[in-house]
């Protein structure tokens, strides 16, 4: 299995509130995805970086921001959590193949 | 927005049965490709297929490349328990990203 953690796993917040996810590679893989997973929609692409400090934006980037400071975290930032935003949040890696992507186990993110 | 339509939604079936479903889209695409998830983990790739009337198995699954390049189908032959999971079709979008279609809920009942 390729070496992708998501911390934290679980998390409960309350609407306005800042917050944090991050995903940690040991694979050295250059590019790095936050998706959402929510009933109905399959997953959809938040943010992606093709390097260190190089970010774009997904299909669903509003209220989220990213940031790459070393090759092997991704920090994925909600400035202002709203309900939302509750969702499963995947993180994957992929190295030069866009095709095949190694996904993380999921935060479940929970805004009250 | 969303262009991939996954059928059945759901479905549940007993163990060695086979499974078919399948992914249709109103846009031509270069690449389909087949990913599940099991419960409470991110998806994995199962398949991938490059060539319209491409035929690929693996194990027990065999993907199909509609010759139209609108749509692909994926069976699932002797269903078992560890089959249970979603179904995901995926495509890539025009800038080479993964577009996730909803996904098929594979339930296997003894």
């Known amino acids: 299995d390729a070496g992708i953690t998501q911390s934290p796993r679980h998390k409960v917040t309350e609407t306005g509130t800042p917050v944090t996810l991050r995903c940690h590679q040991t694979?050295?893989?250059?590019?790095m995805y936050w998706y959402r997973q929510d009933p109905g929609h399959g997953l959809r692409l938040i943010h992606y970086?093709?390097?260190?400090?190089?970010?774009d934006k997904g299909e669903v980037s509003d209220g989220y921001s990213v940031s790459r400071s070393k090759t092997e975290d991704f920090l994925l930032t909600l400035e202002s959590a709203t309900s939302s935003q509750t969702s499963v949040y995947f993180c994957?890696?992929?190295?030069?193949?866009?095709?095949?992507?190694?996904f993380g186990p999921g935060t479940r993110l929970t805004v009250t | 927005g969303q262009q991939l339509n996954q059928s059945p939604q759901s479905m549940f079936i007993q163990e060695g049965e086979d499974v078919s479903m399948n992914c249709t889209s109103s846009?031509?695409?270069?690449?389909w490709l087949w990913y599940k998830q099991d419960p409470g983990e991110g998806p994995v790739l199962l398949i991938a297929?490059?060539?319209?009337?491409e035929l690929t198995s693996n194990g027990r699954l065999t993907a199909q490349f509609g010759i139209t390049r609108k749509d692909s189908f994926l069976n699932i032959s002797a269903s078992i328990p560890s089959d249970v999971g979603i179904y995901f079709c995926?495509?890539?979008?025009?800038?080479?990203?993964?577009?996730f279609g909803a996904g098929t809920q594979v339930v296997v009942t003894p």
């Open positions: 297929l490059y060539k319209a009337g």
């Open positions: 970086s093709y390097g260190v400090k190089d970010t």
């Open positions: 995926v495509s890539l979008d025009s800038w080479g990203k993964l577009q």
């Open positions: 994957a890696i992929s190295d030069s193949s866009a095709y095949e992507q190694y």
């Open positions: 694979e050295n893989h250059r590019y």
């Open positions: 846009s031509i695409f270069n690449t």
